[in-house]
Protein backbone atom coordinates (compact mmCIF):
# COMPACT_ATOMS: atom_id res chain seq x y z
CA UNK A 1 0.00 0.00 0.00
CA UNK A 2 1.79 3.26 -0.93
CA UNK A 3 2.06 5.61 1.73
CA UNK A 4 2.80 9.54 2.30
CA UNK A 5 3.82 10.87 6.17
CA UNK A 6 3.98 13.38 7.91
CA UNK A 7 5.56 13.98 11.13
CA UNK A 8 2.49 15.85 12.59
CA UNK A 9 -1.08 16.21 12.23
CA UNK A 10 -1.23 19.50 14.93
CA UNK A 11 1.36 21.37 15.36
CA UNK A 12 1.33 25.08 17.19
CA UNK A 13 4.32 27.79 17.09
CA UNK A 14 5.20 30.92 18.44
CA UNK A 15 5.65 33.84 15.80
CA UNK A 16 9.41 33.70 14.71
CA UNK A 17 10.10 30.24 15.40
CA UNK A 18 12.03 27.87 12.62
CA UNK A 19 9.39 25.40 12.05
CA UNK A 20 10.08 22.42 9.94
CA UNK A 21 7.40 20.06 8.49
CA UNK A 22 8.45 16.60 7.22
CA UNK A 23 7.43 14.31 4.33
CA UNK A 24 8.37 11.13 3.78
CA UNK A 25 7.06 8.53 1.12
CA UNK A 26 7.62 4.87 0.33
CA UNK A 27 7.15 4.77 -3.25
CA UNK A 28 10.12 5.74 -4.61
CA UNK A 29 8.82 8.67 -6.29
CA UNK A 30 11.15 11.28 -7.81
CA UNK A 31 8.60 14.41 -7.33
CA UNK A 32 7.40 15.22 -4.36
CA UNK A 33 5.15 18.93 -3.44
CA UNK A 34 4.20 20.80 -0.48
CA UNK A 35 0.66 22.55 -0.47
CA UNK A 36 -0.66 25.11 1.76
CA UNK A 37 -4.59 24.75 2.01
CA UNK A 38 -6.91 27.51 3.02
CA UNK A 39 -10.76 28.65 2.65
CA UNK A 40 -11.62 29.76 -0.55
CA UNK A 41 -8.28 29.63 -1.75
CA UNK A 42 -7.72 25.62 -2.67
CA UNK A 43 -4.59 23.77 -2.51
CA UNK A 44 -1.73 26.49 -3.52
CA UNK A 45 1.51 25.19 -4.27
CA UNK A 46 4.61 26.22 -2.37
CA UNK A 47 7.54 24.54 -3.40
CA UNK A 48 8.50 20.97 -5.64
CA UNK A 49 11.27 18.64 -6.19
CA UNK A 50 11.89 16.68 -8.92
CA UNK A 51 15.11 15.13 -7.84
CA UNK A 52 17.09 14.98 -4.68
CA UNK A 53 18.57 18.11 -3.92
CA UNK A 54 16.35 19.65 -7.02
CA UNK A 55 13.23 21.89 -5.83
CA UNK A 56 11.95 24.77 -7.68
CA UNK A 57 9.61 27.80 -6.74
CA UNK A 58 5.91 26.82 -6.46
CA UNK A 59 2.99 30.17 -7.06
CA UNK A 60 3.47 31.21 -2.66
CA UNK A 61 7.48 30.31 -2.11
CA UNK A 62 7.53 33.28 0.02
CA UNK A 63 8.32 32.96 3.76
CA UNK A 64 8.97 29.14 2.67
CA UNK A 65 12.34 27.33 2.42
CA UNK A 66 12.55 23.40 1.31
CA UNK A 67 15.04 20.23 1.38
CA UNK A 68 15.35 17.22 -0.60
CA UNK A 69 18.10 15.75 0.92
CA UNK A 70 17.36 11.95 -0.11
CA UNK A 71 14.49 11.03 -2.23
CA UNK A 72 12.12 9.78 -0.04
CA UNK A 73 12.10 12.64 1.89
CA UNK A 74 11.12 16.14 1.43
CA UNK A 75 10.67 19.08 3.90
CA UNK A 76 9.36 22.26 4.08
CA UNK A 77 11.21 24.95 6.86
CA UNK A 78 9.55 27.95 7.60
CA UNK A 79 12.37 30.16 8.94
CA UNK A 80 10.58 32.80 10.98
CA UNK A 81 6.80 31.69 11.48
CA UNK A 82 4.33 34.43 11.34
CA UNK A 83 0.42 34.08 12.01
CA UNK A 84 -0.15 34.44 8.27
CA UNK A 85 1.14 30.95 7.75
CA UNK A 86 -1.40 29.46 10.45
CA UNK A 87 -2.89 27.12 7.33
CA UNK A 88 -3.12 23.13 6.26
CA UNK A 89 0.18 21.99 4.78
CA UNK A 90 -0.28 18.42 2.42
CA UNK A 91 2.78 16.81 1.00
CA UNK A 92 2.18 14.89 -2.06
CA UNK A 93 4.35 12.68 -4.15
CA UNK A 94 3.93 11.59 -8.19
CA UNK A 95 6.22 9.94 -10.35
CA UNK A 96 5.49 10.18 -14.10
CA UNK A 97 4.46 6.56 -14.44
CA UNK A 98 1.03 7.39 -13.09
CA UNK A 99 -1.60 9.86 -13.02
CA UNK A 100 -2.23 9.91 -9.91
CA UNK A 101 -0.47 12.26 -7.06
CA UNK A 102 -0.63 10.81 -3.58
CA UNK A 103 -0.84 12.75 -0.50
CA UNK A 104 -0.26 12.39 3.03
CA UNK A 105 -2.60 13.27 6.01
CA UNK A 106 -1.99 16.93 5.98
CA UNK A 107 -0.59 19.07 8.86
CA UNK A 108 -2.31 21.55 10.53
CA UNK A 109 0.00 24.46 11.69
CA UNK A 110 -1.21 27.37 14.12
CA UNK A 111 1.15 30.16 14.38
CA UNK A 112 0.38 32.10 17.74
CA UNK B 1 -4.84 34.07 -13.77
CA UNK B 2 -6.92 31.48 -12.03
CA UNK B 3 -6.49 28.04 -14.56
CA UNK B 4 -8.93 26.09 -12.35
CA UNK B 5 -12.67 27.22 -11.32
CA UNK B 6 -14.85 25.84 -9.20
CA UNK B 7 -17.89 28.07 -9.23
CA UNK B 8 -20.07 26.09 -6.99
CA UNK B 9 -18.97 27.07 -2.84
CA UNK B 10 -21.12 24.64 -1.49
CA UNK B 11 -23.98 22.25 -3.00
CA UNK B 12 -26.63 20.02 -1.18
CA UNK B 13 -28.24 16.84 -2.93
CA UNK B 14 -30.87 14.91 -1.45
CA UNK B 15 -29.23 10.89 -0.38
CA UNK B 16 -29.75 8.54 -3.78
CA UNK B 17 -29.81 11.36 -6.23
CA UNK B 18 -27.49 12.48 -8.78
CA UNK B 19 -25.44 15.65 -8.53
CA UNK B 20 -22.97 17.45 -10.61
CA UNK B 21 -19.81 19.32 -9.64
CA UNK B 22 -18.77 21.80 -12.17
CA UNK B 23 -15.27 22.38 -13.07
CA UNK B 24 -13.93 25.14 -16.00
CA UNK B 25 -10.41 25.01 -16.83
CA UNK B 26 -7.61 27.75 -18.76
CA UNK B 27 -4.56 26.08 -20.95
CA UNK B 28 -3.37 26.69 -24.33
CA UNK B 29 -1.24 23.48 -23.44
CA UNK B 30 -2.85 20.75 -26.07
CA UNK B 31 -1.20 18.18 -23.79
CA UNK B 32 -2.58 17.73 -20.08
CA UNK B 33 -4.59 15.72 -17.44
CA UNK B 34 -7.64 16.55 -15.11
CA UNK B 35 -8.55 14.97 -11.98
CA UNK B 36 -10.59 15.35 -9.12
CA UNK B 37 -10.09 14.10 -5.34
CA UNK B 38 -12.31 14.07 -2.58
CA UNK B 39 -11.09 15.79 1.25
CA UNK B 40 -13.46 13.97 4.08
CA UNK B 41 -13.22 15.91 7.37
CA UNK B 42 -10.51 13.68 8.24
CA UNK B 43 -8.32 16.09 6.16
CA UNK B 44 -7.11 13.06 3.50
CA UNK B 45 -6.88 13.98 0.01
CA UNK B 46 -8.44 10.73 -1.90
CA UNK B 47 -8.17 10.30 -5.55
CA UNK B 48 -11.17 10.08 -7.27
CA UNK B 49 -10.93 10.11 -10.98
CA UNK B 50 -8.19 11.10 -13.85
CA UNK B 51 -9.23 12.39 -17.82
CA UNK B 52 -6.47 12.50 -20.50
CA UNK B 53 -6.91 16.01 -22.85
CA UNK B 54 -6.27 13.53 -25.73
CA UNK B 55 -8.96 10.70 -24.30
CA UNK B 56 -12.07 10.10 -25.97
CA UNK B 57 -14.09 8.73 -23.85
CA UNK B 58 -15.52 10.20 -20.75
CA UNK B 59 -13.86 8.70 -18.03
CA UNK B 60 -15.68 6.57 -15.46
CA UNK B 61 -15.17 4.98 -11.99
CA UNK B 62 -18.17 2.99 -9.98
CA UNK B 63 -20.61 6.09 -9.11
CA UNK B 64 -18.00 8.70 -10.35
CA UNK B 65 -17.90 10.09 -13.76
CA UNK B 66 -16.25 12.69 -15.34
CA UNK B 67 -17.89 15.02 -18.31
CA UNK B 68 -15.38 16.21 -20.26
CA UNK B 69 -16.28 18.89 -22.34
CA UNK B 70 -12.92 19.80 -24.51
CA UNK B 71 -14.48 23.08 -26.52
CA UNK B 72 -15.91 24.49 -24.08
CA UNK B 73 -12.88 23.73 -21.14
CA UNK B 74 -15.49 22.10 -18.88
CA UNK B 75 -14.54 18.26 -16.55
CA UNK B 76 -17.22 18.03 -14.86
CA UNK B 77 -17.82 15.41 -11.63
CA UNK B 78 -21.52 13.49 -11.49
CA UNK B 79 -21.54 11.83 -8.61
CA UNK B 80 -24.51 8.96 -8.90
CA UNK B 81 -27.21 7.58 -6.07
CA UNK B 82 -25.28 10.18 -3.70
CA UNK B 83 -24.53 8.59 -0.46
CA UNK B 84 -24.35 10.25 3.07
CA UNK B 85 -20.32 9.27 2.90
CA UNK B 86 -20.14 11.52 -0.41
CA UNK B 87 -20.24 14.65 2.48
CA UNK B 88 -16.99 15.99 1.88
CA UNK B 89 -14.81 18.84 -0.21
CA UNK B 90 -14.57 18.07 -3.58
CA UNK B 91 -11.38 19.78 -6.02
CA UNK B 92 -10.84 19.39 -9.33
CA UNK B 93 -7.13 19.51 -10.26
CA UNK B 94 -5.50 20.00 -13.86
CA UNK B 95 -1.91 18.82 -15.04
CA UNK B 96 -0.38 20.83 -17.58
CA UNK B 97 3.07 19.72 -17.49
CA UNK B 98 5.16 17.10 -15.76
CA UNK B 99 5.24 18.40 -12.55
CA UNK B 100 2.41 21.59 -12.78
CA UNK B 101 -0.72 20.73 -10.98
CA UNK B 102 -3.44 23.12 -9.80
CA UNK B 103 -6.09 22.94 -7.88
CA UNK B 104 -9.25 25.06 -7.64
CA UNK B 105 -10.85 26.42 -5.10
CA UNK B 106 -12.87 23.13 -3.45
CA UNK B 107 -16.96 22.22 -3.58
CA UNK B 108 -18.11 21.48 -0.75
CA UNK B 109 -21.21 18.57 -1.09
CA UNK B 110 -23.86 17.72 1.77
CA UNK B 111 -25.39 14.60 1.40
CA UNK B 112 -28.47 15.06 2.83
CA UNK B 113 -30.59 11.77 4.49
Known amino acids: DVKVTQSSRYLVKRTGEKVFLECVQDMDHENMFWYRQDPGLGLRLIYF???????EKGDIPEGYSVSREKKERFSLILESASTNQTSMYLC???????????FGPGTRLTVL | AQKITQTQPGMFVQEKEAVTLDCTYDTSDPSYGLFWYKQPSSGEMIFLIYQGSYDQQNATEGRYSLNFQKARKSANLVISASQLGDSAMYFCAMREGPRDMRFGAGTRLTVKP
Open chain 1, 49 to 55: SYDVKMK
Open chain 1, 92 to 102: ASWTSLLDEQF
